[in-house]
């Protein structure tokens, strides 16, 4: 469900600019993550990590930028 859920973001965010740039205002993982769910999109921290292959926290860029986004 993730994957599914993940792929749907994913989608909508290179459609939809307002999104994707409300998208890159979050902080931090679990921000994005939040953001996400209020958004409708049902995945955890942990899933977004795996889905995407790294931690985040440790870098300094826009959604926009993280490869699968």
Request: net charge negative.
């Amino acid at each position: 469900m993730a994957k599914t859920e993940f792929a749907r973001l994913f989608r909508a965010a290179q459609t939809d600019p307002l999104l994707r740039n409300q998208f890159n205002t979050a902080s931090n993982q679990e921000e994005f993550v939040r953001m996400a769910q209020e958004c409708g999109y049902d995945f955890t921290v942990e899933e977004w990590q795996e889905m995407t292959g790294f931690n985040v926290e440790e870098l300094q860029c826009d959604v926009s930028e993280i490869p699968g986004i």
